[in-house]
């Protein structure tokens, strides 16, 4: 209580510590019993008032005013007892007494005199005597009683000093008790004070100096006055307690509210999770009680189990010992029947030396023989190695010269394109069996086994599922570029919906690896023309049209849906059959790709249970090329005729109906009209029936005319679609029959004479490799040869020979292991390589195993005539596929 110490002090607290000090000093100089500063500032006051009244009693005796004899001070007390205790001089040498002592001894003599003397401040003595015990316990009013005025005798004390000294010390005793007995009446405490001091200046009256009186008059005011501000600030800080103490009660209920809320809970909770845990331990035992039954069944079960196996394997055990015991008896009597045998074996391997060391005698002498034959052997198949070297490069000549005359002929080319698997369809079958490097493909029928299973066509060129865009048109670009020579040309996509003809004509995309035969048609349109800028000028003019339900719309006008268009039956001067759709003219590839553009979208497609956007129409893309030459002066006219023809599948495979049916059937009818036409060209009737639908309509001057025509047959590999393969293939089939007559150059100024004396000469080239071929021939069989590899070569050669002369092979009904057969097929084999054939004779393909017997023999070993090529170019009857074999000059002729 740092304040409170502060206030009971006062003013300049130190100085009145010193003077407290220096007043203890005093008090245990005169030998009293003093106090601690410590007891003042805690209140403490009994050792207080003991040390004033001992001094009191000690100043009134020493004065020796009034001082009854009888009254005894606590000082004379305590000597008495000392006294009576035994003589002081038994404990001090009186030549040694100290000053104090001295004095004290003076004080007890004087006051012994006294002692029977008694005074009317006894009472007030005897009071404070009473009660010099427990001051602490008093209840103040009783102090204020005790020290009331009236009955003090203030004429006991001896001198002002003192007096004054007394008050103060009354005074701050006064302070002390206010302080520690908080609601003592301080203004009676006060009036003790005032009391005391006023009568000590009535009766000191002159003799207590007037500044002393004002001096003492001021500190008990300021006493008063501090004890007031004292009180005060006690009473708040004790109010702001209480009213703390109150807050924090209330806080510590609520807090202890919710706690016991939250206990609660948390005990109800408990509550639960032990009901909970103790259902699942009940739940839990009863599971483990019933699996502990169960488990215990089960042991006694498999220990029963245990036990009768054990038995049946200790009787097991027996018997197979005496078994053993049999069979040892047994070896034992085999193995003295083998020692026996092998005394035997001993002698006849003897004899069996003897004899290989005579054969091997005999071998030496064969081994040198069979030397001097593989030697001989080796110079005749170098000879033929030769031979077939020769032989192949004529027939690649052949093959050309071939072409060249098919070319002069007007065949329609047919190129067959395979498609692969979609992704998502790894796990299908094919019905492509086998694909030549010739224009060779066998088709296998999934519904039937053995020979009539299989079936072969030969078109001028098959490619893999796996060709690419590029591939593909490197085949017919020659083709492309005799457009700008002034020839038309015909493309055409046939196949069954899905089958890939959008994606052979367009493409896929619009990358440059994606174009189809469109584009890359007419980028090569615009190089060329580039490359002979110098010596021709060019100009390059698109017609896109479709028909739909046998209607012709152009694809590359504003409005295609109002316009129907006409076609002209004869071609125009200018070369346009439908001279009212749009024609635009393009000097670059990017003209090109985007009318295209406008085109495909223009296009009517559809979704069928085939394919997913479906070509509904067929899409004929016209490019018109007018040359001027430069020099000359001459004109020549192109048209490249590139068409994208609607699927020709079957309409309840692709499940049409309402306006898709409607399509399909009119799609069926202009296909099936494009047949009949093709059939009577092959018939070569008089009558063509181009006017039965718009589709041959269109193509009329290509198809009859002297234009160069070129299928794709696109086909799906699918077992599904196998039935529109075949049709396909046998449509394809029909049309690599027709000849359109030789193509003409619509230049002016040029003679057809001149084309049919390159085909004379041709003829004649021709003649004259057959004959070339047929002497290499007898001169291989006239070489020796004994071996049977030999054989075979030699009638590999005379067969492929035979193949490739006649034109035609023909496969004997019974003579494939699997019973494949093309029976009533034609088919040629002309051109194969050597490869091909070296690979026929290691692993016999399907196709290989068609020229074998059933001995492993070729089945056409024997050299046919060569009439049929030596033949003049004539048609070929469509009673089988066309043969593109032939022969050539080495030196193939200029066609102009
Ligand atoms: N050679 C190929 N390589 C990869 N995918 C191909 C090939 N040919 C066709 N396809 C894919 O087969 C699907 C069908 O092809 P496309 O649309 O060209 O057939 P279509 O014969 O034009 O059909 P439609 O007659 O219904 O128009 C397409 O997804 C196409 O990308």
Redesign the pocket.
Known sequence: MPDVQEGMWGGNASDQRSNVKKFLSVVAEMGLPGFSIKDLEEGSVSSVVECLLTLKDDVTTGSGQNISNNVKTPLRRRLELRESDGPIISVVTPGKRSPMEERQKGHWDLKSQQRNNLHSGQKVHDAFQLKRGPYTDLPAAKISEMMHPSSLDVNSLASDHVITFFILISAILLINITILYQNAPTQSLLRIVNGILDESIERKRGEIPHRVVYLLRNVVQEIEHRIAIQADHIRNVEKSKIDEKRKLDEQDMVRLIREKESAENTIASLQKEIQILSRMHEHYRERTETEARQMEEHLTSRIKEAEFLLMQSKKKAEEIESASQLKSQLWSRKANIFQSFMDNQKMSIKDIRLSSQSIKQEMFTLQMKWRDEISNIGHDLKGLVDAANNYHKVLAENQKLFNEVQELKGNIRVYC?V??F?PGQDGKTTTVDYIGENGEIIITNPFKQGKDGCRMFKFNKVFK?HASQAEVFSDIQPLIRSVLDGFNVCIFAY?Q???????TMSG?GTSKEDWGVNYRALNDLFDISLSRRNAFSYEVEVQMVEIYNEQVRDLLSNNIAQKRLGIWSTSQPNGLVVPDASLHPVKSTSDVLDLMEIGQSNRAVGS?AL?E???RSHSILTVHVRGLDLKNGSTSRGCLHLI?L??SERVERSEAIGERLKEAQYINKSLSALGDVIFALAQKNAHVPYRNSKLTQVLQSSLGGQAKTLMFV?INPDTESFSETMSTLKFAERVSGVELGAARSNKEGKDIKELLEQVSYLKDTISRKDMEIEQLLKEESKSPSSSTDRNDSRQQIRRLSGAAGSGEAECEDNVSDDGCSVAGTEYSIGGASEAAADQMQKTPSRIARLFLTKNGQPANSKPKPRESALKPPGRTKSTGSQVTGGVSSLKPPKRR
């Open positions: 394109r498609r692969p979609l599922t196949g919906t899905g089958s890939g003809k959008t994606y896929p069928t394919n956007r479906s070509s994208d609607a699927g696109q």
